[in-house]
């Protein structure tokens, strides 16, 4: 089975049906083994990685920069600025001409590359026009640093006012929209689906496992255990709740009757292990669309399965499922 590459939206870059999330590197994933873990994404046929500046302090950067060496052509490189840090100072965080124009310098050093293919503004900037912003980024794409701009957190109206006052002034447009999406909890604004189709974004969903409580490790009445998302970040341990792990046994029980969801949502995987990788890699082909996909009669599943094949569910998988992964890792030696 090999992941295909789909555009993003009408005018985006080529990615992977499935992107790798790389929030934890440097921060639960460190050193050899981040290196390895990214590789392996590779050899597998992920070629969409996805950091941000602030990600474990600007070490996720960094080991991607390492991961990569050597292979920047073969990986879409994605990474966001606006937040701010631990520990850094308040004019780290925002939108503005100098912020963009800073941070773009410490991930293009961090990475090790000359640009970045898609640069996101992380979240909406009250303080900022967003005049300045889109022409910030639309410098840096005409300087040659990055070849496409991007938002995250950005409901669908901001998107079409973005939209607008590119297209008036001819500025580079915001080729997608990354926000949150998955099983459990859907579209943070169901809104951009139509608005993605209009105005040609593409979506890329983060938290497609909500937050590692569609994996099936976690149980009602029991602690995350070590080794877990929410049992070693205390960040993410509201996210598992007896209430959203209870919506997650109704949801299997009403596959286990033959109920269909209403759409299929995209992929976008996470890190966990290089073995762990590869079991949702084999059994989740994610559909990065710019709209949803109806789903086709599901075939019978597990707490397992919906964790690792996420938002697919549709019996076209069925087949990837029993090929598996013919990929081979061109640093299997190493």
Request: proline share 5%; net charge positive; with cysteine.
């Amino acid at each position: 089975m090999s992941i295909q590459v789909r555009r993003l939206g009408t005018s985006g870059p080529l990615v992977s049906e499935i992107g790798f999330g790389t929030t934890p590197l440097g921060e639960a994933v460190f050193d050899d083994e981040a290196i390895a873990l990214v590789r392996h994404a590779m050899s597998r046929g992920i070629t969409y990685l996805d950091t941000a500046v602030t990600y474990s302090g600007g070490r996720s950067e960094e080991l991607i920069g390492k991961a990569i060496a050597g292979h920047r052509d073969e990986v879409v490189i994605g990474t966001k600025v606006g937040l701010r840090g631990p520990g850094e100072p308040e004019s780290s965080y925002g939108l503005s001409r100098r912020r963009i124009t800073e941070a773009i310098e410490i991930s293009l050093r961090r990475l090790g590359t000359d640009h970045v293919d898609l640069y996101m503004a992380h979240r909406p900037d009250p303080t900022t026009p967003i005049d300045e912003t889109l022409e910030a980024m639309d410098r840096l794409v005409r300087d040659g640093k990055i070849r496409y701009a991007g938002a995250s957190n950005y409901a669908a109206w901001q998107m079409a006012e973005a939209h607008g006052i590119s297209a008036a002034r001819g500025l580079a447009p915001w080729v997608c929209a990354q926000n949150k999406w998955n099983l459990l909890d859907g579209i943070d604004d169901p809104t951009l689906l139509p608005a993605s189709r209009a105005l040609g974004f593409g979506i890329i969903p983060y938290q497609p496992l909500a937050s590692s409580v569609l994996t099936g490790k976690y149980r009602i009445g029991e602690e995350p255990a070590k080794g877990t998302r929410a049992g070693d970040f205390p960040r993410f341990r509201p996210d598992v709740t007896e209430a959203r792990l209870r919506a997650v046994e109704d949801r299997l029980a009403a596959r286990a009757r033959g109920v269909r969801d209403g759409h299929c949502r995209p992929a976008y995987e996470g890190t966990g292990g290089c073995e762990r990788a590869r079991r949702r890699v084999a059994a989740h082909r994610g559909r990065a669309r710019r709209g949803p996909r109806r789903c086709d009669r599901a075939p019978r599943i597990t707490v397992g399965d919906i964790g690792v094949r996420c938002c697919a569910l549709v019996a076209r998988s069925a087949t990837a499922l029993r090929e598996g992964v013919r990929a081979e890792s061109r640093w299997v030696s190493r």
